[in-house]
Nanobody, 123 residues
Framework: QVQLVESGGGLVQAGGSLRLSCAAS???????????MAWYRQAPGKQRELVTS???????NYADSVKGRFTISRDNAKNTVYLQMNSLKPEDTAVYYC??????????????WGQGTQVTVSS
């Protein structure tokens, strides 16, 4: 299996920056390089939402709310994905989750999640 562990969350003032990391490990960690990676977030009382994703080839996608402020990247040699968050706003406050997945014929054949890291942005 694959375990994902997020780190880097915390409390920051509005306008500040944080860098989240998600490190993969486990018996099947070798599949991570063939997985798309994503960051989701869930604020209190709200549904989990996709923040950004990155494919195996490095193509990225961002939610409109974070475009120009957040950057996703991956280091396959380290089995790690990063989320650089700049110009943080109070509405970015949420638990951020790392996700690794593979898709075949439109369905996820592997789907791994981290336990989340809290990001709190004060005004």
């Amino acid at each position: 299996q694959v375990q994902l562990v997020e780190s880097g969350g915390g409390l920051v003032q509005a306008g500040g920056s944080l860098r989240l990391s998600c490190a993969a490990s486990g018996s099947r960690v070798s599949i991570i390089s063939s997985c798309a990676m994503a960051w989701y977030r869930q604020a209190p009382g709200k549904q989990r939402e996709l923040v950004t994703s990155i494919t195996t080839s490095g193509s990225t996608n961002y939610a409109d709310s974070v475009k120009g402020r957040f950057t996703i990247s991956r280091d396959n040699a380290k089995n790690t994905v990063y989320l650089q968050m700049n110009s943080l706003k109070p509405e970015d406050t949420a638990v951020y989750y790392c996700n690794a997945y593979r898709v075949r014929w439109g369905a996820r054949i592997d789907d791994y999640w981290g336990q989340g890291t809290q990001v709190t942005v004060s005004s």
